[in-house]
């Protein structure tokens, strides 16, 4: 077994007693260990992984149960993300991470979120469960969301744009000759200098995709801000928290979209999506489709019939 994992488990087994989780049985298994574990009354399989390649990775087996899978995906988040602590790409000792969502979806809004943190509350945001929103389930975003708003006030801003919004900013942004990596730069910048506002911190940390020339030229008349973008950003703290909330606020407004219309809004930009906006039109109408949609996709065309 590998020294990575060999410490990830040693951690992970710590907090099973500490949360009162039974180890039933243990086994070893191809680059990895097997865990049956007992969870209130409730019974799961853990498989670990730890490749050079891939880092660390798990998968929970057995039969479903959500609440159960919840606290061992929680504890693993704390405890695979606490190792990397000290792998940080800065020594800043406060600093903010800005990520959005909604991006590829069809329907709901695009949300930038900047959070704060301070290295010694790094500990506290861990435990938490914090990991790339893609990574958790929409029950987990809102558990999670919700403990941090409460347990970290006034350490973020969201920038949140309704479809509508959303449809008039992206129009003036194309007049321009600019494209929606541009409009999300000067969303990741909003946020990031609207926080600087009210709270001071040394630098940003956000996506490489994200942080292209215009969020660095932006960014760059603010020179008592410093900023990396990296791959994989989430993996820093801050930016997996920016990730959670951001997630949150799109999830909040699909609710609101699916309360208002009596239906229930898929996400993504799939084959699916085009079926249920098909029947959306029917029931309401192309005016209404674009009140709930972003315009520029190609499913909004497929949706309409101007392409098959």
Request: glycine share 6%; charged share 30%; net charge positive.
């Amino acid at each position: 077994m590998s020294t990575e994992l060999q410490n990830i488990i040693e951690k992970f087994l710590y907090q099973c007693e500490k949360n009162k989780i039974l180890v039933i049985e243990q086994k070893d298994i191809p680059y990895g260990e097997q865990y049956k574990l007992e969870i209130n009354g409730d019974k799961i399989i853990l498989n670990m992984y730890f490749s050079e390649k891939k880092g660390f990775s798990y998968v929970i087996g057995g039969k479903k149960n959500p609440k159960a899978e919840f606290i061992v995906n929680r504890i693993l988040s704390y405890v695979s993300a606490n190792r990397k602590e000290t792998e940080l790409k800065h020594k800043w000792n406060v600093w903010v991470g800005s990520d959005e969502s909604g991006k590829g979806d069809f329907f709901g809004a695009l949300v930038v979120t900047c959070f704060r943190v301070e290295r010694d509350k790094v500990p506290e945001l861990l435990k938490l469960g914090i990991t790339d929103s893609k990574k958790l389930k929409d029950s987990e975003i809102k558990t999670i969301a919700h403990q941090i708003y409460r347990l970290f006030p006034g350490c973020f801003e969201s920038i949140a744009l309704t479809p509508e919004k959303y449809n008039e900013l992206y129009a003036k942004f194309a007049s321009r000759g600019k494209k929606l990596n541009e409009l999300l730069a000067w969303m990741h910048t909003r946020a990031i200098l609207n926080l600087k506002q009210k709270k001071d911190f040394e630098g940003a940390v956000v996506d490489k995709f994200t942080a292209d020339k215009n969020l660095k030229n932006s960014l760059s008349e603010f020179k008592n801000i410093k900023l990396i973008n990296m791959i994989k950003a989430e993996e820093d703290p801050a930016v997996a928290a920016a990730s959670v909330l951001s997630r949150y606020q799109f999830l909040m407004n699909m609710k609101s979209l699916s309360i208002k219309y009596g239906m229930e809004f898929p996400k993504g930009a799939s084959q699916k999506v085009i079926s249920f906006g098909k029947e959306f039109i029917k029931k309401y109408s192309v005016a209404e489709l674009r009140k709930t949609s972003k315009i520029h996709f190609q499913t909004y065309k497929k949706i309409c019939g101007d392409i098959s």
